[in-house]
């Protein structure tokens, strides 16, 4: 490192540059209230506040920042630049405690509405104004030895600091979590889940080179089937009674209490379980290391369920087995990963089918474990995961950048409301005002039954037609920016969805819309199978009930969107990405390919639209604005462009967090810029990014590619 590029020795000049930046950054978060916003939330029962939390982040952050830029190999000098950094931003906080002690806070709230008085809480260290001196030196000394730790952090081993990483950070999220998760698993339970994985984890490594893998399957479904056996006695002999040693301390066991009812379903069930733990010894990385890590979850939260709220000895088993979990885990990780490359073609495939079945499995049988406030966050959670695939269309694979994208999940909705309710179509053109007429709502008893107009439709009928109509509109408004790239596609695609935003309000079109009373109620989705049998009609009314649609929705719009990303059609699109002119030039017809492109993305858009009127129940302007388009964009930038797994992760980062967090609703923009920024600088092709594609042999050798296929 050239010696000239330091200050006093030590002080890299990046340094004070982010540093100032993140100066910047903390003063107006301190203006904005944060502090008195997050100082009436526990995270740990009556020791951490989510106050002095959001201190440590704002202080660490830019330390950390500064820590993993430093060029020098010295520890010493990284630490000191990361101490320096988390001091200057503790001064950006004295500032605005000396703002506040010269400007009265009636002048403070009235400039900055949500303004709270920093004066004699975290910032201060507690101090009031008669020891703010003693406060502002505590606050220097503490932002000193943070930073010092977070560098001594940083330059540690790898694996080592994203465990400790990985601990703090899961610690805090589940403290904050446990109001809404403590009573999801009790610890019986998770128990008996963990054992029965465990055995068959185990049985799968001590046979993973017996030749016969259904005898191995065999084995790994006897030992969960095992375990539950064991449990069935213990229920039987009244061990899960009040007061009883193997309630361990939580509630009566869900799983496996009422295993009286039903044995064999409960045999069954846990027997999957040992073959789910057998499965993963040989299969690839990520499944190996997701599966271990929910079986982890599992365990916390049961728990959690003795606990009830994060106490000092929940925090530290939290941070102990996350840490734990992140260090030893991706070994195991690897050395699963390496079985799994040495099986046939068909071995993997068979392992790949079985791992998506238990996957499939787990997520139809999660609503009886949730709440419905936990299943009403994933129902909005899958619904930013449809709109995202759907937008990883545009933006990830063809390289269009879609700002108005809200625009087609509106129509999907309005479509479906239409079609579903009295309204102009179903009633002949009949005025909007009119329509509340019960004469007009009894004639429209079916679908082509009414000679004026349409007749009502059911939401399985209007569905695929709120597809089309929001697939044939893209393409439509596609068609006048054929020639437009880059910033100028992204400004005129906004300018479509504030139109929409605006037409859905606006007078002119109240006949038909509703305008800002908007389109009610919406039914809801209807599952009528009693010609089969009398009992089998399902409404789906409820969070619990519509899950299973959305993930039907999900399942579909993942699957399609990743069969053509392998196909032609996605080989074009990833071309066009690269570059358009040479595209053309290799045969790749970019009207077509960029209508398509449009007319998929709107699509599943108009697919998540029709379910979220019918959930909802109704239909307002309000729900469709120019924030919707920006969390999608926010989601798939932050999980991936081109990763549909980046887009799950980043619809639960950025949606799903939120949602369970209350406390951060009034701060999701300013958490989607920091998260922006933060995954930009330290990994810019996004969290979980697309696989690099290669060309396979027959492809490769032998054959002379078409244009189409040069293209990729």
Same mark, same amino acid.
């Given at each position: 490192m050239n010696p000239s590029n330091l200050r006093f020795g030590f002080l890299e000049n990046n340094t004070i540059r982010y540093s100032l930046y993140a100066a910047v950054t903390i003063v107006i978060l301190a203006l904005t209230g944060i502090f008195g916003a997050f100082a009436q939330r526990d995270v740990i029962q009556d020791r951490l506040s989510l106050d002095l939390v959001a201190l440590v982040l704002i202080l660490g952050i830019p330390a950390l920042i500064v820590a993993r830029t430093v060029n020098s190999e010295s520890t010493i000098i990284r630490i000191a630049n990361s101490a320096v950094a988390a001091v200057i931003a503790a001064i950006a906080v004295i500032l605005i405690i000396l703002l506040e002690t010269i400007v009265p806070q009636e002048?403070?709230?009235?400039?900055?509405?949500?303004?709270?008085?920093?004066?004699?809480?975290?910032?201060?260290?507690?101090?009031?104004?008669?020891?703010?001196?003693?406060?502002?030196?505590?606050?220097?000394?503490?932002?000193l030895v943070l930073g010092s730790l977070v560098g001594a952090i940083i330059s540690l081993p790898s694996k080592w600091m994203l465990s400790i990483l990985a601990g703090l950070g899961s610690t805090v999220i589940i403290g904050l979590m446990a109001g809404q998760i403590r009573n999801l698993v009790t610890p019986s339970d998770a128990l008996a889940v963990v054992l029965a994985f465990a055995a068959g984890y185990g049985v799968g490594y001590a046979t993973r080179y017996m030749a016969n893998v259904w005898v191995r399957r065999l084995l790994g479904f006897g030992v969960g089937a095992a375990v539950a056996l064991v449990f069935?006695?213990?229920?039987? =002999?009244?061990? !899960?009674?009040?007061?009883? /040693?193997? $309630? @361990? *301390?939580?509630?009566?066991?869900?799983?496996?209490?009422?295993?009286?009812?039903?044995?064999?379903?409960?045999?069954i069930g846990f027997g999957i379980v040992g073959l789910a733990?057998?499965?993963?010894?040989?299969?690839?990385?990520?499944?190996?290391? =997701?599966?271990? !890590?929910?079986v982890v979850v /599992?365990? $916390? @939260? *049961?728990?959690l369920n003795v606990q009830q709220r994060m106490t000092e000895i929940m925090a530290v088993l939290t941070f102990i087995v996350f840490a734990a979990a992140v260090l030893f885990i991706p070994p195991l990780g690897t050395r699963a990963d390496k079985s799994y490359r040495t099986l046939t073609s068909s071995q993997k495939r068979t392992i790949d089918v079985i791992t998506g079945a238990l996957a499939l499995v787990m997520a139809l049988v999660a609503p009886v474990f949730m709440g419905q406030y936990i299943t009403n966050v994933l129902d909005l959670v899958m619904l930013y995961i449809i709109m995202g695939i759907g937008l990883n269309v545009m933006v990830g694979y063809a390289g269009?950048?879609?700002?108005?994208?809200?625009?087609?999940?509106a129509i999907g909705a309005y479509t479906s409301a239409l079609l579903t309710t009295p309204s102009v179509?179903?009633?002949?053109?009949?005025?909007?005002?009119?329509?509340?007429?019960?004469?007009?709502?009894?004639?429209?008893?079916?679908?082509?039954?009414?000679?004026?107009?349409?007749?009502?439709?059911?939401?399985?009928?209007?569905?695929?037609?709120?597809?089309?109509?929001?697939?044939?509109?893209g393409m439509a408004l596609g068609v006048p920016v054929l020639r437009l790239r880059g910033d100028y596609l992204a400004i005129v695609t906004l300018g479509f969805g504030e139109m929409t935003r605006v037409l859905t309000r606006a007078?002119?079109?109240?006949?038909?819309?509703g305008a800002a009373q908007g389109i009610s109620p919406v039914p809801f989705p209807v599952i009528d199978l009693t010609g089969l049998n009398p009992n089998w009609y399902f409404e789906l009314s409820n969070a619990s009930t519509i899950y299973y649609l959305y993930i039907f929705s999900v399942l579909f719009a993942a699957l399609v969107v990743w069969r053509l990303s392998g196909s032609r059609l996605g080989r074009a699109?990833?071309?066009?990405?690269?570059?358009?002119?040479?595209?053309?030039?290799?045969?790749?017809?970019?009207?077509r390919t960029k209508l398509l492109a449009f007319g998929v993305s709107s699509a599943f858009a108009g697919m998540g639209g029709a379910i979220f009127a019918a959930q909802l129940r109704g239909i307002f302007p309000d729900s469709f604005t120019l924030l919707v388009s920006i969390n999608v964009l926010s989601l798939i930038i932050i999980g991936g462009l081109g990763s549909i797994p980046g887009v799950v992760v980043g619809a639960l980062m950025l949606v799903g967090l939120p949602e369970v967090l209350r406390e951060l609703q009034d701060y999701r923009l300013l958490v989607f810029g920091v998260l922006l920024v933060v995954v930009m600088l330290l990994k810019p092709e996004g969290l979980i990014p697309p696989p690099l594609r290669q060309l396979s042999k027959q492809q490769d050798v032998g054959k002379s590619p078409s244009p189409q296929a040069n293209a990729r």
């Open positions: 002048d403070l709230m009235f400039v900055f509405n949500n303004y709270r008085p920093i004066i004699g809480g975290v910032a201060t260290m507690g101090a009031d104004l008669e020891n703010l001196g003693a406060g502002i030196l505590g606050l220097i000394v503490f932002s069935l006695v213990l229920g039987s =002999s009244g061990a !899960f009674s009040d007061g009883g /040693f193997w $309630l @361990l *301390g939580g509630d009566p066991p869900i799983i496996i209490g009422d295993a009286a009812q039903s044995p064999l379903l409960l045999i733990g057998l499965i993963v010894t040989t299969s690839s990385a990520f499944v190996h290391n =997701s599966a271990i !890590f929910l /599992f365990a $916390l @939260l *049961g728990m269009l950048l879609d700002l108005g994208y809200v625009a087609s999940f179509l179903t009633t002949g053109c009949v005025p909007f005002e009119a329509i509340a007429d019960t004469h007009y709502a009894e004639m429209c008893t079916g679908m082509l039954t009414n000679w004026q107009g349409f007749g009502l439709l059911t939401f399985w009928q209007a569905w695929p037609i709120a597809i089309v109509v929001s697939a044939f509109t007078q002119l079109t109240a006949p038909v819309l699109w990833r071309a066009m990405k690269a570059d358009e002119d040479v595209a053309q030039a290799m045969g790749v017809p970019l009207v």
